[in-house]
DNA sequence: TGATTTTTAGGACATTTGTCCCAACCGGCA
DNA sequence: TGCCGGTTGGGACAAATGTCCTAAAAATCA
């Protein structure tokens, strides 16, 4: 990605897997809105492990909530499969949110939905069974078609790669009152 | 709280503790701005536990959500202390929303600094030892000198209120590379 | 005040999860 | 082909957490 003032406010750009869209703790240049390819978004902490936020797919949008807030980028974000994505030039962006009331609209049931998410899934990793979120990502990342690794995997639910390997083994999850 | 027609668009509004402003999976009427006071805002799930999604004070805002999304409660919010709110009706926030560009503003970045703290937050709950998030905890409830029982600690915590008696004893916290 | 309920504390034991470690497998690559 | 580095699978033991349960202390109420 270059620094090139030349950048179109908003443009197409095609991405490989693994690359970065946003880096945590740097300054973000633009809002993404996927259109095609799953990333994978997650917060690197200071011991050096890693939590995964979540995937996000096509109609999603990266890097708002650094615009908005204009802070720096809270999170890495990181292209698991070749993506494509609509660029649009954080000033840009911002203008939108101000002219466009259904731009507006749009954005604010996007960040309405993703709070609702967040705030339910930390619910559900405290008070359910590993096994339940584990059944319930699986499906998720079956329809979509994906291949994560264990790695991955583990790290979106918080947990270690040898629990992981415990929980797919399914050998004794049924304990808990559920 | 009365379903009187005759409630104004807007008002303000004294609760005693323990009220409950939002009920979970109930239809919300209003959208609430605390203007003092504490409240809790907790997801109970099915299988009887309660996790605490966050603490709000003065300057928050309440409701927006299921406003914005047209969704029932997504959690249960109950004051903790007497609290002194702004209620406004839901129809109401919404035309602000549309009409007020600064209204309008002030939400986004509500909604923009909560999403990231809530997921930093799950972030931090799974990344860290409870005994520092506990130690971060205790420093902010020290500030705000309000009183929690240690069920809500707990529940903020998403630990047993037996986990955390053992971790109050601090006999042998660190353990952990960190 | 006395009774009742809530909150706090912590023992004992069962589960779960993490850490450490090793072996098998797989996909580049010289 | 043979040598990696990365992923996968799982054993073993330690540490953390949960559940169940009992008691005392504190708060609430008649």
New binding site residues.
């Given amino acids: 990605m270059s620094d090139d003032a030349s950048m179109a406010a908003i443009a197409i750009q095609e991405l490989p897997a693994r690359k970065r869209l946003i880096q945590q703790d740097k300054n973000t240049r633009s809002v993404y809105i996927i259109r095609k390819g799953v990333v994978k978004c997650f917060i690197a902490e200071e011991n050096g492990k890693e939590y995964i936020l979540e995937f996000l797919g096509e109609g999603e949008i990266l890097g708002e909530l650094e615009a908005i807030r204009k802070t720096t980028g809270m999170a890495t974000v990181e292209s698991l499969t070749p993506v494509s994505v609509v660029r649009i030039d954080k000033a840009w962006f911002l203008q939108l949110l101000m002219e466009n009331s259904a731009f507006n609209r749009a954005v604010l049931e996007l960040m309405a939905g993703r709070l609702a998410n967040t705030a339910i899934r930390a619910s559900r990793q405290q008070l359910y069974?590993?096994s339940y979120s584990l059944a319930q990502l699986l499906a998720v990342l079956d329809a979509g078609g994906v291949i994560f690794?264990?790695?991955d995997l583990s790290g979106y639910l918080?947990?270690?790669?040898?629990?992981l390997?415990?929980?797919?083994?399914g050998s004794?999850?049924a304990?808990?009152?559920k």
Same sequence: chains 1, 2.
């Fill in positions: 069974t590993l690794t264990k790695k918080g947990i270690s790669v040898r629990s390997n415990r929980l797919l083994k004794k999850n304990t808990f009152t």
